[in-house]
C-alpha cells in the first residue's frame, strides 16, 4: 500500500539556519504530494503541494520539490524563524481519491 | 469564516462509556474526514464521507461511526470506550476537485480512563 516516511525529530536549530526535512514515499503510479504544518495547539495547515514529477510547490519561503526519480518530496527553508517552530507531516494522495496518507511528522523548534 | 469546527476540545471519558464529538464546515464541502493523532503515528484515517448520505471506512474504524445527515455535519460516535481510543481527533474536509487542500479544525483531545 501507499506510505511516506519522514525524518524523525525533533530538529533544534538557530533562527536563520537552513532546514531540511526529508520525505519519501512509496506508491503506484503518481501520487500528489503535501507538506502540511500544525503550529502547537491548532489544526493541520497545507503549507506545499506538488501533483506532478518535477514540480516544485513553494510557500512562505518553503519550498519541496517533487522527485520521481527518488520518490522524494523533501522540504527546505534558506532561514528558519522562531516562528516556524511547529510539526511538519509529509503526505500523499494517488488516484483522484482525496484521502491523505501521512507521514509521522517531525517537531522542529527553533531557537531564538 | 469559522471553517471546520469541532466539539468539544477537551473530553474525559470512563472505559465503557459513550460519546459523540461533533465537527461542522461552513464552507460547503462534500469530502469530510475523520483522523486520529497519536504520538509517533502521525494522522492515521478513521472513516470518511464523499457527500450526504455516503460513508466509508479509512485505515482504523474499529471502535466508531459515523453518519453524514447533512453537508454541514459528519459526528463520530464512540459506542463503548476504550483507553485506547485516547488520541487527539481532527476533522477535516475539502472542495469538489482534484487535490484541493483539506481544512482541519482544531482537535478534540480525548482521553479515557
Known amino acids: 500500500g501507499n506510505s511516506v516516511t519522514q525524518m524523525e525529530g525533533p530538529v533544534t536549530l538557530s533562527e536563520e539556519a537552513f532546514l531540511t526535512i526529508n520525505c519519501t514515499y512509496t506508491?503506484?503510479?503518481?501520487?500528489?504530494l503535501f507538506w502540511y504544518v500544525q503550529y502547537p495547539g491548532e489544526g493541520l495547515q497545507l503549507l506545499l503541494k506538488?501533483?506532478?514529477?518535477?514540480d516544485k510547490g513553494s510557500n512562505k519561503g518553503f519550498e519541496a520539490t517533487y522527485r520521481k526519480e527518488t520518490t522524494s518530496f523533501h522540504l527546505e527553508k534558506g532561514s528558519v524563524q522562531v516562528s516556524d517552530s511547529a510539526v511538519y507531516f509529509c503526505a500523499l494522495t494517488q488516484g483522484g481519491s482525496e484521502k491523505l496518507v501521512f507521514g509521522k511528522g517531525t517537531k522542529l523548534t527553533v531557537n531564538p | 469564516n469559522a471553517g471546520v469546527t469541532q466539539t468539544p476540545k477537551f473530553q474525559v471519558l470512563k472505559t465503557g462509556q459513550s460519546m459523540t464529538l461533533q465537527c461542522a464546515q461552513d464552507m460547503n464541502h462534500e469530502y469530510m474526514s475523520w483522523y486520529r493523532q497519536d504520538p509517533g503515528m502521525g494522522l492515521r484515517l478513521i472513516h470518511y464521507s464523499v457527500g450526504a448520505g455516503i460513508t466509508d471506512q479509512g485505515e482504523v474504524p474499529n471502535g466508531y461511526n459515523v453518519s453524514r445527515s447533512t453537508t454541514e455535519d459528519f459526528p463520530l460516535r464512540l459506542l463503548s470506550a476504550a483507553p485506547s481510543q485516547t488520541s487527539v481527533y481532527f476533522c477535516?474536509?475539502?472542495?469538489?476537485?482534484?487535490?484541493?487542500?483539506?481544512?482541519f479544525g482544531d482537535g478534540t483531545r480525548l482521553s479515557i480512563l
Open positions: 477535516a474536509s475539502s472542495g469538489d476537485g482534484y487535490n484541493q487542500p483539506q481544512h
Open positions: 506508491a503506484t503510479g503518481y501520487p500528489s
Open positions: 506538488a501533483t506532478k514529477a518535477d
